[in-house]
């Protein structure tokens, strides 16, 4: 194999003929993650064969915008196809090649360590200082081509974007991921200056109603089910708790003491107005469990752990929402990242675990383990409020009478599809017979499932059929489609 002759010949090309208005998916790029990829490659022990297809990968996965922009890794595929057995390229590698290129598509399918390690390197700028840079040339490109319409709605895609995406090999995680949390929480903070762009006058007004919202809700699951019962949380709010009741310091006093530390890492490690708004969010939470007088709700313990966690998960998702922070643990797991191996996730169960098991020696096995109920309940309840209420299904569709559903599927149900040419039959005893098939794949709300099926059932009954949670969808006809 001729790689550096492969290489440098896809280099030129796409230097010479590369659209002006690819403002991200430049010339430059592909420079960096070829660079990036011979980085992680080297620290996961890649060489020989293996580290000359993932850097012919590399150069080639973004080849495809030289003829198209949407679906541009099966050009880049047919790129590679086309010129690679110039260098000495066989089908077998060419084959990888191309399963590399493919793994790269939003969202990413990595199979095997090559394919990690590419798709690592395709996104590393996730978890760079140059990430609001890097970020503003895809803004531009997606501008210019038509698909984001504004800069609000950029924002609340990477917001989303950067929420989701996990680095799969272990070098990445421990070197990026400290630092796109970090991204994802300075855009957080920063929606307000994004919002304001876009004309929005009244969001800091909408800001400060989550916020207050969402430190009332938490009150009165403190209030009204945690406290009275001497139940406890994990994070900050659970360490507040665990004083209060091992000290019989008043819960308000404790809570805004033990986050200021943390709010003074947040101006630091993130910044000013992040900091800000998180201080007005904690003393506000401070005033309601001083002031407001809440009910006591019940003394079940089920029922406490359950819906206290709960409303706690409100409180607290409203006012992430709102680009701040009622509980400090994140801005901690962030801060001693960077200073340890662990990961963040690694350093917030560290955490939980010392505080359930302070609970359990002072309070007992059985609070302990409500306890543990109760921060499940408000964990879970965080992540539906910050990710929303939209559940999308994707739908896959093999069927002998294509064309008609395909039809029904846009016109009837209003539905964008995406076809795939395959083949159906290889049934045992007739393994001999079969047929081209268009496969139909399409994306769905779980309302509109039940729909589907019966549309699909009237033209073929016999119609193979298979569905499959999708945990985030944009683009397409459900929203335009986000592309890095």
């Not at 950067?162 to 957080?188: I, V």
């Amino acid at each position: 194999m001729q790689s550096e002759k492969a290489t440098q010949f896809i280099l030129d090309k796409m230097a010479a003929e590369l659209p002006s208005y690819l403002t991200y998916h430049s010339i430059r790029h592909t420079k960096e993650v070829l660079q990036y990829a011979d980085e992680l490659a080297e620290a996961e022990k890649i060489t020989g064969d293996d580290l000359v297809i993932l850097r012919t990968a590399a150069a080639y996965h973004d080849a495809g915008f030289l003829e198209t922009y949407a679906g541009h890794e099966e050009i880049s595929c047919s790129v590679a196809q086309t010129y690679l057995p110039q260098f000495g390229y066989n089908d077998i590698q060419i084959k990888r090649i191309c399963d590399l290129i493919m793994a790269t598509r939003i969202p990413q399918e990595a199979t095997n360590k090559l394919s990690e390690i590419l798709c690592d390197a395709d996104l590393y700028y996730l978890g760079t200082n140059n990430y609001a840079s890097t970020a503003e040339n895809l803004y531009q490109e997606l501008y210019n081509a038509g698909i984001i319409k504004s800069r609000e709605e950029w924002v609340h895609y990477q917001i989303k974007f950067l929420h989701s995406h996990h680095y799969l090999t272990p070098t990445a995680q421990q070197k990026l991921s400290a630092n796109q949390h970090q991204n994802l929480l300075a855009l957080q903070s920063q929606t307000l200056s994004h919002k304001s762009v876009t004309g929005h006058k009244d969001f800091y007004f909408s800001d400060v109603i989550l916020i207050l919202i969402g430190v009332l809700t938490a009150g009165f699951s403190l209030r009204g089910f945690l406290v009275p019962n001497n139940f406890f949380d994990g994070g900050i709010t659970g360490i507040s708790l665990l004083i209060h009741e091992i000290y019989d310091v008043k819960i308000a006093y404790v809570i805004v003491i033990a986050n200021l530390p943390f709010i003074i890492m947040g101006f630091y490690s993130i910044n000013a107005r992040f900091a800000l708004k998180t201080l007005f969010c904690i003393v506000m939470l401070g005033v309601c469990l001083l002031y407001i007088p809440y009910p006591v709700i019940t003394s079940d313990k089920l029922l406490v752990s359950i819906f206290g966690g709960f409303f706690l998960g409100v409180g607290i998702g409203l006012t992430m929402r709102a680009g701040c922070a009622v509980d400090g643990i994140e801005v901690l797991a962030l801060y001693t990242w960077r200073r340890t191996s662990f990961t963040i996730s690694e350093v917030i169960l560290a955490l939980n675990i010392i505080i359930f098991a302070v609970a359990a020696s002072h309070f007992g096995l059985e609070v302990a383990l409500y306890s543990m109920l109760t921060y499940f309940t408000a964990t879970k309840t965080v992540d539906y409020v910050v990710e929303g209420i939209e559940a999308y299904t994707g739908v896959t569709i093999i069927s002998g009478k294509s064309e008609i559903i395909k039809e029904r599927l846009v016109n009837e149900l209003g539905r964008g599809i995406t076809v795939y040419k395959g083949e159906r039959g290889f049934l045992p005893g007739k393994f001999e017979i079969h047929s081209d098939v268009d496969i139909i794949f399409t994306v769905i709300t779980r309302l509109e499932l039940r729909k589907l099926k019966n549309l699909v059932n009237d033209v073929d009954p016999n119609a193979f059929v298979f569905a499959n949670t999708i945990k985030e969808a944009s683009g397409g006809i459900i929203k335009r489609r986000h592309i890095h």
